[in-house]
């Protein structure tokens, strides 16, 4: 028989009952993983009231100034194919001001200073977070938009009828945009390069939309021909003629869709590598 064991005290210290461990509990089950759609209307309501402070500033600027280059342009562009390209070109102009330039510095600044980690920490997919965030932004574009179309029309005598097709244009070309700008933003490695990025990419829009092609040297027209934002000035200017060739109208629609769903999907592969690397 084994005698109890012995303290330094000299006290003698009886065994009690062992006691049973308690059950390891198993790890509470994390919520699902919102879908696509839902997660995309939540980040397009939250981004939209976030910049609806900024609106009025913003349609102001981007209309302010496609209608500036217009007037300057009807001294030098009486009519016909040249003042067609011009309207079509001031107008998609709008959207390249906000969804590529804008939406550039906006994911810019978000990486730069953590923002990304806020989005990391919700349950929705990255296509989300980059489609509603472009979304909200090339919203304000339409008005403008459609401002600068009639003045347009108004300045160089062209007909108002077929205008409807700004209804596809803004968002196939504004899809395009947002994605190159998004991927702007996202993968520069400081924000004041992805502001410069921007800055470009806008004034490749100015100048390889607005001005008409038939008076670029030839390297630049094949330069025009890799912006995706020319495939929607070609399909709004083409409507301004008595008869459009709908046909060539839709080709390049759908050059601006397949355009903008590979920059989307660039750009949504850039957000996972920049929410991983984290802040710079």
């Not at 990025?197 to 890799?226: F, K, T």
């Not at 200017?237 to 060739?245: C, G, I, K, S």
């Not at 920059?263 to 802040?279: E, F, H, K, M, Q």
Request: with cysteine; aromatic share 6%.
């Amino acid at each position: 028989m084994s005698a109890a064991p012995i303290e330094a005290t000299g006290t003698v210290r009886t065994p009690g009952p062992r006691r049973e461990s308690a059950p390891a509990l198993a790890p509470a089950p994390l919520a699902p993983r919102a879908r696509l759609l839902p997660a995309l209307g939540a980040v397009y309501r939250a981004q939209l009231s976030r910049a609806r402070v900024a609106r009025i500033p913003l349609l102001f600027v981007a209309t302010f100034q496609s209608v500036g280059i217009m007037i300057l342009m009807r001294g030098v562009v009486d009519g016909g194919d040249e003042a067609r390209a011009v309207v079509a070109g001031s107008a998609v102009l709008v959207v390249a001001f906000v969804a590529l330039n804008l939406l550039a510095q906006y994911f810019g600044q978000l990486r730069a200073t953590g923002g990304l980690d806020h989005y990391a920490t919700l349950p929705v997919p990255p296509a989300a977070v980059v489609l509603g965030a472009a979304g909200a932004y090339a919203s304000f574009t339409a008005p403008g938009t459609l401002v600068t179309a009639l003045i347009g029309c108004g300045l160089f005598g062209l007909p108002v009828t077929h205008l409807w097709i700004l209804c596809a244009v803004v968002p196939l070309a504004g899809a395009a945009l947002a994605g190159l700008g998004a991927a702007f933003g996202l993968l520069a490695p400081r924000p004041e390069l992805a502001t410069l990025l921007g800055q470009l990419g806008m004034s490749a829009a100015l100048l390889l939309g607005v001005l008409p092609p038939d008076h670029l040297p030839g390297p630049v027209q094949w330069c025009r021909d890799l912006l995706p934002s020319t495939y929607g000035v070609e399909a709004f200017a083409r409507t301004f003629t008595a008869r459009p060739d709908w046909l060539v109208v839709l080709g390049d629609l759908g050059v601006c869709a397949a355009v903008g769903a590979v920059s989307l999907a660039v750009a949504t592969w850039a957000y996972r590598r920049a929410a991983v690397a984290g802040p710079r």
